[in-house]
């Protein structure tokens, strides 16, 4: 037969066993928290930043406004300057912005024709350029 010390021993044994396996096992657990949490971050952060964070490629953009009229349009696609035009309230193209060695404004008439040009060019001087209805250049400005 064992002896009382032996079996003592023995139980000692046993629970120090059990001891570390629950300290392992409350590490493991720790452990797979974390990386579940870290998990749970990382989809929610994916989830959000589209939400912050839109990147739209395009080449032509078309703003209407609540009745449905194109108000602005943004245009890549027609030449390699990318430019913004502008439309009045009956539609019309107005005011065009666009990148020409510089920053150019024009001014359009009913027509749709350019009857005033403002540059800021990269030095930082500005041009003011005016023409009459048969597109002739009758004052400009620097």
């Not at 002896?3 to 120090?16: A, I, M, Y």
């Not at 590490?27 to 928290?33: D, N, Q, V």
């Not at 030095?123 to 009758?138: C, I, S, W």
Request: glycine share 8%; hydrophobic share 35%; net charge positive.
């Amino acid at each position: 037969m064992m002896s009382q010390q032996n079996q003592n021993e023995g139980v000692q044994t046993l629970l120090n066993r059990v001891e570390s396996l629950e300290k392992e096992n409350r590490r493991i657990k720790k452990i797979g928290m974390g990386l579940l949490g870290a998990s749970v971050c990382l989809g929610l952060l994916s989830a959000v930043t589209p939400m912050l964070c839109k990147t739209v490629w395009a080449e032509r953009l078309v703003l209407r406004n609540a009745s449905g009229r194109d108000v602005m349009t943004m245009d890549a696609y027609s030449s390699d300057r990318p430019t913004i035009t502008m439309r009045d309230d009956s539609g019309r193209s107005a005011v065009r912005l666009s990148w020409q060695e510089g920053v150019l404004m024009d001014f359009l008439d009913k027509k749709g024709v350019t009857n005033t040009s403002v540059k800021v060019h990269n030095d930082g001087r500005t041009t003011v350029a005016r023409r009459n209805e048969e597109g002739q250049l009758v004052s400009m400005a620097k």
